[in-house]
């Protein structure tokens, strides 16, 4: 079993910053990537930002300059900084990795969301 399991969330004032943090664990023999993605109400799914084990990076258009993404790959964890909120940016934000549980199998895994708020 891989769980992902994510913290950090909560309500912020507008130019205010928060820190999600994820952290997997269970049967993990190597990661492709983790990153993060987000679902407002009434909204798709979108893609916020990812990180590969080769450090390669990929922001969204609206949060570039603002959000950055890290890994502790020593401790399975995917951090995001994400610094002068906006409310658009209010959603639930998942947690999201490619994996291998094994030499020979790999699959994609979320983590169950944590709500950020972004209001006055």
């Known amino acids: 079993q891989v769980q992902l399991v994510e913290s950090g969330g909560g309500l912020v004032q507008p130019g205010g910053s928060l820190r999600l943090s994820c952290a997997a664990s269970?049967?993990?023999?190597?990661?492709?990537?983790m990153g993060w993605y987000r679902q407002a109400p009434g909204k798709q799914r979108e893609l916020v930002a990812t990180?590969?084990?080769?450090?390669?990076?990929n922001y969204a258009d609206s949060v570039k300059g603002r959000f950055t993404i890290s890994r502790d790959n020593a401790k399975n964890t995917v951090y995001l900084q994400m610094n002068s909120l906006k409310p658009e940016d209010t959603a639930v934000y998942y947690c999201?990795?490619?994996?291998?549980?094994?030499?020979?199998?790999?699959?994609?895994?979320w983590g169950q969301g944590t709500q950020v708020t972004v209001s006055s």
């Open positions: 269970g049967s993990i023999f190597s990661i492709i990537a």
């Open positions: 999201n990795a490619r994996l291998y549980s094994d030499p020979h199998e790999h699959n994609e895994y």
């Open positions: 990180r590969t084990s080769g450090h390669s990076t």
